[in-house]
């Protein structure tokens, strides 16, 4: 398997994640040209791109979506809720229902509910025999019974949005801020840090820490605080990087 992120943060989420048989985009939330350039970056012709899975329906998600259909014809997965809502792609012949899980061949998703402010969000765990990709963002936090299931996975896309401190005391009003905080918000960095540190196992390799807020965090801010957290915790794991909003990251095999 194959993952990098491609943009993440309020202005556009993308994923890239590659299998045997599967080349998947992970939401379409920045411009068609940009998630074609971030593929032939990577040597990835974008016709290849056989499944497309959508989170949730904010614009940040979904952008591209219309577009690139337009030019490629690839299986997009999402829920009967969602698929309802979205009148754009209300004809579109290649769609696939799902509701907890998704088959494709040796290919296994499982899709969790997410605790969002979004018609029928997910999470993902991406699973190809011994490996797997678990994303996790756009969350106000973690239900515990999916703990056993997201434990010791190879890759960590795990949301870690805003500094309480910062959000608590920076412009944004006071709604949006309770937005921010509530269940059906987005995880701080400290809840990332506390998530993270009930997840990571031995077969784990990398976390990228996603969605940053540009108003109420930044990337040291955010490391600092996972990697304190996961101290306290006990938990010896470095290789966490912080994911950005305009520029690819790496690309971790496993």
Request: with cysteine; aromatic share 8%; hydrophobic share 35%.
């Amino acid at each position: 398997m194959r993952v990098c992120v491609f943009a993440s943060g309020s202005k556009g989420n993308v994923t890239y994640i590659e299998t045997e048989k599967h080349r998947i985009l992970l939401d379409m939330g920045k411009k068609k040209k940009y998630i074609v350039d971030s593929l032939k970056q990577i040597d990835v012709d974008p016709a290849s791109i056989d499944i497309i899975l959508i989170s949730h329906l904010h614009t940040d998600h979904i952008s591209a979506l219309e577009t690139f259909i337009k030019t490629y014809k690839v299986t997009v997965c999402m829920p009967q809720e969602m698929f309802s809502s979205l009148d754009s792609i209300k004809n579109y012949e290649h769609i696939k229902i799902y509701d907890d899980e998704i088959i494709f061949d040796d290919l296994k998703i499982y899709a969790i509910k997410s605790s969002h402010d979004a018609i029928a969000s997910r999470n993902f765990i991406i699973e190809e025999g011994n490996h797997s990709i678990v994303q996790i963002t756009d969350t106000g936090y973690i239900k515990s019974k999916y703990f056993n299931l997201l434990k010791n996975r190879d890759v960590y896309l795990l949301e870690s949005n805003h500094d309480v401190e910062m959000l608590q005391h920076g412009p944004y009003p006071d709604w949006l801020k309770k937005r921010v905080l509530s269940d059906e918000g987005h995880l701080s960095n400290q809840a990332a840090g506390f998530y993270l540190s009930k997840l990571i196992g031995e077969k784990t390799k990398k976390v990228f820490l996603m969605h940053l807020s540009e108003v109420n965090n930044k990337s040291d801010i955010a490391l600092k605080t996972v990697n304190d957290t996961l101290k306290e915790y006990k938990i010896d794991f470095n290789n966490i990087e912080c994911a950005e909003q305009d520029n690819i990251s790496e690309v971790v095999n496993v």
